[in-house]
């Protein structure tokens, strides 16, 4: 039976929610799991007595990496998994010392907050980010070819890895991320309450997606926006959002550990981002059948792209594009039919069991061992 231990160094986040799914999967299927990190603010319930709480709360705590690595190794996992960028380079140090070595893995969830789209992309005279991101990028370059994977979620970031950070294509593996299985609820009528869920910082953009929504003709008279999360933009939205015409039409949650609710309550996502990769709520809002306003970074448009579908997608940080692309949201006469169809695409790609079935298969062959786990009572094993 394959021992896995995931290492968090966070207790929120997309990088969370991918790691407690999956660990409550693979363990409902018969593997030995284990979370180490701090509880999670989400689904922590899921672990059900699998997890051991412990913290690294800076990369330069070198006193509680050590305790974590001391920790991990007391377990005896065959394969370790880091599933944030601290995580990754604690887990690094697991290569030193003597004995047996577990597999190490990582999930490459994100670059940098000042990482900027064309640079990303390899345009030619982008503009690069700061020195101190370019030290963090070489640090990440130099973990991925010390550990035996790492899994990017979006060919997007593979590309780059590839390109940017000269990682060898043989150290790399791409899995989808994997969310909660959802009732698909597309909306009935026209688009009128919007959704944002996720971190109020600058790289969410949610001051561009006030902005837009405050432009001339956006905002239909009975619409409305919720906005689930938290962070340093808080006050500044919340200002933005008091003046006509949005005074009174949007809503503050905070940080919420119910989101695939909120999106079930509502008729359609808007994550307007600088940068992302393979965001996590994306794929809950199409797994829940509502349509995605967003913007084109990252893994996004192969997430919500549909041949035949109207273009929902804006350049990042272009807000004029932005609310152009909200107003054809609002004006779309049949909103449940691009919900559908988002539905059907999240069904194939994001759901726990294949997500799973992929990551053991990966496990096994760094680790040199069988896929086979035995299911735990009432799992059935998954098909294909």
């Known amino acids: ?28 299927e018969g593997a030995e799991v284990r979370v180490f990190g701090p509880p999670p603010a989400r689904g922590a319930e899921l672990l059900d007595g699998r997890h051991t709480e412990l913290r690294v709360d800076g990369k330069d705590d070198v006193a509680a990496a050590k305790r974590a690595r001391a920790a991990i190794r007391a377990w005896r996992p065959d394969v370790v998994h880091a599933q944030d960028r ?27 907050d000042d990482v900027a789209e064309p640079w990303f992309r390899g345009a030619r005279g982008a503009g690069g980010p700061s020195a101190y991101t370019r030290t963090v990028l070489a640090a990440d370059a130099v973990v991925a ?23 060898p294509p043989a150290r790399l593996a791409h899995i989808d991320n994997c969310v909660g299985p959802a009732v698909p609820v597309p909306p009935r009528g026209p688009v009128r309450h919007l959704l944002f869920a996720g971190l109020l910082v600058e790289r969410k953009g949610i001051l561009d997606l ?39 039409r949007v809503t503050f949650l905070g940080f919420r550990p119910d989101v695939p609710a909120l999106v079930a309550a509502a008729d359609a996502l808007v994550l307007p981002s600088t940068m992302e990769q393979q965001p996590l709520v994306v794929a809950e809002a199409m797994t829940a059948g509502k349509p995605v306003v967003a913007t084109a970074t990252g893994g996004v448009p192969d997430m919500v792209e549909l041949p035949g579908g109207p273009s929902l997608l804006a350049p990042p940080g272009d807000v004029p594009a ?39 298969a990966l496990y096994a062959r760094v680790a040199g061992l069988a896929t086979t786990v035995s299911p735990a009572p009432g799992h059935p094993r998954p098909r294909g």
């Open 1 to 28: 039976m394959i021992r896995i231990a995931y290492l968090l160094t966070q207790d929120r986040g997309g990088p969370v929610d991918v790691t407690v799914r999956l660990a409550a999967t693979l363990a409902g």
């Open 210 to 248: 006030l902005a837009a929504l405050a432009m001339p003709g956006v905002l239909p008279p009975d619409a409305r926006l919720t906005v689930a999360g938290d962070g340093p933009q808080r006050a500044a939205a919340e200002r933005a959002a008091q003046a006509p015409p949005l005074a009174g």
């Open 145 to 167: 070819r010390v550990l035996d994977r790492t899994i990017v979620p979006a060919e997007a970031m593979e590309r780059f890895l590839r390109r940017r950070l000269k990682v």
């Open 86 to 112: 601290r995580a990754g380079l604690v887990v690094a140090g697991l290569r030193a010392g003597r004995g047996p070595r577990p597999a190490l893995v990582q999930t490459y969830h994100g670059v940098p």
């Open 322 to 360: 932005l609310a152009g692309r909200l107003r054809a949201l609002f004006a779309e006469p049949d909103p449940g039919r691009i919900g559908r169809r988002l539905a059907e695409r999240a069904h194939a790609r994001y759901r726990p069991e294949p997500c799973a079935r992929r990551h053991l």
